[in-house]
């Protein structure tokens, strides 16, 4: 028995696994293409926050800028990257 509870995406009731990136808001939880249709201003915000987070903290930038790599092409921001 898995204490890990079942993530679902709010908008396409589909379950979000490891293999997706996971947007969070509130108490619901998004497969981040569909929080992304749902909320596109938030996703600017939202990436722009973990750029800057990437270079507040070396021990975390790895595993942020993947995150980053994941989410700034499907949001249109390809610039973020570099
Ligand atoms: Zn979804």
Redesign the pocket.
């Known amino acids: 028995m898995s204490e890990q509870q079942p993530a679902q995406?709010?908008?396409?009731?589909?379950g979000?696994d490891d293999a997706d990136v996971p947007v969070v808001r509130g108490d619901e939880w998004?497969?981040f293409?569909?929080w992304q249709v749902l909320f596109p201003a938030d996703t600017i915000r939202e990436s722009r926050k973990l750029t800057r987070r990437s270079r507040e903290s070396l021990d975390t930038s790895r595993e942020l800028v993947e995150r980053l790599h994941a989410l700034a092409p499907a949001a249109g921001h390809p610039e973020l990257l570099s």
């Open positions: 995406c709010a908008q396409c009731s589909r979000i998004f497969h293409p569909c």
